[in-house]
């Protein structure tokens, strides 16, 4: 055999990427000071919107009221939502929903309080169901003073995973055989992924405190704020879903009435 040249394999010989540089101490300080800034503006704009949002809000809750369904069907239209009220039972007892209304914190807008009211019905006595997403501070921030803006750091650096805590309540069922989170409980999946389990009745959302499929904040950050869009059926899913949506329209009935969806706007 002739000997010769081994060739190196690829990679063996490595060249310095352009593209990495070293941040020295002082440009990260100053990377920081600027995120804060930035996420105080945010935070302080939000808070703003929310305040000038609100006359608004108070108005359409006094027009919505007079439309029958309207929120039972603009939350149905959500498709999150709808994914867990696929039991009848769940859309009928949805159907006595009256009005919607949420309670923002007025220093932490990123949290608040979900007020579901009801008619009287055949299945719970209770007027008004509540779940509330408090802002429970990290213990870092007892040391902290709030700035003239009443934000301290804690603030700044908010992580929902970390800093909420929701409530929860127990729904006053009239008869046993209409008690749905007992007639179907929520069935958590595998330890590591919660997701995984059957959500059960949309009702447990109110008895749990966990919101493993983020209900809650589906709700306040998308249903709400777009409430009109959604009863009209303006607000649908993917645009790649559309039309296999349309083309189920038929085969998949709900049984609350809902208007025909118009097709979602490309």
Known sequence: MVGGTKRASPGAVQEKNPLTAELSEEDAAKLTVVRKDIQKTELLLERHAQKQLLPAYQRRREVVKTIPKFWPLALMNH????????????????????????????KEPRCFTLEFHFKENPHFSDKVLKKEYSYVPPPAAADE?????????????FSWERDVKASKITINWKESDKALTKLYPRESGDEDDEETGDSGSFFNFFEHEEDPYEIGLNIANEVFPEAIEYF???NGG??????????DDDAAEIDLEKP??????V
Do not use: C
């Open 260 to 265: 025909k969806s118009k097709k979602q706007k």
């Open 232 to 234: 009209l059926g303006e």
């Open 238 to 247: 993917d645009d790649s879903d559309s039309d296999e949506e349309e083309e």
């Open 145 to 157: 003073k709030p700035d003239a803006d009443g934000v301290t750091d804690s603030m700044l650096d």
């Open 79 to 106: 498709a999150m939502f709808s994914f867990h009220v696929q039991h009848n039972a769940d859309q009928l007892a949805l159907s006595y929903l009256e009005d919607l209304w949420i309670e923002r914190d007025e």
